[in-house]
């Protein structure tokens, strides 16, 4: 039996925004019927504003699911599709109270599906959009790709096959893939905990700066056609450079330092600085 919030009961017994808007303007629809869990966003925006007007959710899914898909309506209704982009299954979690662990992987297919209608958008598309499509696939069983638990790993800070299990069910089927999530595990983390930027060489430093770049922070601007390049490192101060359209944006200095510098932080060194050039 799951100790469920009083606040998941609600979310539960009375779901908000249940549904599926007619004519939206972008569509999310993450997981497998086939395992159980699957769950279809739509939602209607403000052409201009990119403001969430509407949010409407169906899900195949357990209490956790329903209660995870209705906090999420409620959550990203009135934000810009901007501002909905950052939140995460921990936001969902919080706003909930928490979840049980074997029921976080409820809150990561809300993020996926968001993540997948946000795309949708972007592409003019409002058919399904498939989150890792094309890439690796670790758990065979419920089409776990290694980019989901590598995520996953990073975000909530995971240690164990048992904590990987819980937010993104991979390992929870035939079991012949833990053998290669506990690798995964080892290898995150020795990246994670390597030596301090200070002590890297110069073209570690370069490839570190460059992986998370690429990885991590170009694949966010280029959603909006912009994209940041490496010009110097001088001590801990990362000089770079906007290209597209993040030349002459008005919000550049803002993206330098909460999305650049804060990934930079949570990388690699909490000390590092970034200027443009």
């Not at 012949?176 to 301090?196: F, M, R």
């Not at 550049?252 to 650049?260: G, I, P, Q």
Request: charged residues 30%; glycine residues 8%; hydrophobic residues 40%.
């Amino acid at each position: 039996m799951w100790n469920y919030t009083e606040k998941v009961y609600e979310y539960f017994r009375n779901p908000r925004n249940v549904g599926e808007i007619e004519n939206p303007d972008a569509v999310g629809e993450v997981g497998s019927i086939i395992c159980g869990d699957a769950l279809k966003l739509t939602l209607k925006v403000e052409k201009g504003t990119e403001k969430i007007l509407d949010a409407k959710f169906k899900t195949f899914g357990c209490a956790s699911a329903i209660a995870s898909s209705s906090a999420l309506t409620e959550m990203i209704k009135g934000k810009t599709l901007a501002d909905a982009s950052k939140i995460t299954n921990q936001h969902i979690v919080e706003f909930l109270g928490g979840l049980p662990s074997e029921k976080m992987h409820c809150s990561v297919m809300g993020m996926e599906a968001l993540e997948a209608a946000i795309k949708s958008y972007k592409g003019g598309k409002q058919e399904k959009v498939i989150i890792g499509a094309g890439e690796r696939i670790v758990c065979k069983c419920f089409s776990v790709t290694e980019a989901k638990i590598l995520k996953a790993i990073k975000e909530n800070k995971l240690h164990t096959v048992e904590e990987v299990t819980n937010f993104t069910k991979a390992g929870g089927g035939c079991r012949q893939c833990v053998g290669e999530i506990e690798k995964i595990l080892k290898d995150y983390w020795a990246e994670a905990e390597h030596k301090s930027f200070e002590k890297m060489t110069v073209v570690e430093k370069i490839k570190m700066l460059e992986k998370v770049l690429s990885e991590d922070i170009n694949p966010k601007l280029k959603a909006d056609g912009g994209w940041i390049e490496l010009v110097d490192v001088r001590g801990k101060t990362v000089v770079l450079r906007f290209l597209g359209m993040c030349v002459g944006c008005p919000s550049s200095s803002a993206t330098l330092k909460n999305v650049v510098e804060k990934e930079f932080r949570e990388r690699i060194d909490p000390t590092l600085e970034v200027e443009a050039q």
